[in-house]
């Protein structure tokens, strides 16, 4: 299993940044794939970007150019740098461990406001 605890949200006004963090619970060397997903009020989860084992990266086209997600294996956390940000960005952003066959891993959650 893999526990994973996120912090770094809160209120930022347009055009700012807020960088999350993920820790997990145990080594993130293994694992398959981390991830950072988003759900805004009234709509469906959706991924936001994710970092393979091998390092390649993957991000919706929503945030290409504007949003970096990086790991930090030795401290088995995640990050994801989040600048320009604006009024669509605003959700709960959870963090994923997705381990293949062996379990999809998810933290409780961090809010994610962009208002004025």
């Known amino acids: 299993q893999v526990q994973l605890v996120e912090s770094g949200g809160g209120l930022v006004q347009p055009g700012g940044s807020l960088r999350l963090s993920c820790v997990a619970s145990r080594s993130i060397y293994s694992i398959y794939a981390m991830g950072w997903y988003r759900q805004a009020p009234g709509s469906q989860r959706e991924l936001v970007a994710r970092?393979?084992?091998?390092?390649?990266?993957v991000y919706a086209d929503s945030v290409k150019g504007r949003f970096t997600i990086s790991r930090d294996a030795p401290k088995n956390t995640v990050y994801l740098q989040m600048n320009s940000l604006n009024p669509e960005d605003t959700a709960v952003y959870y963090c994923n461990a997705y381990t293949g066959g062996k379990g999809d891993y998810w933290g409780q959650g961090t809010q994610v406001t962009v208002s004025s």
């Open positions: 970092i393979f084992s091998t390092s390649r990266t």
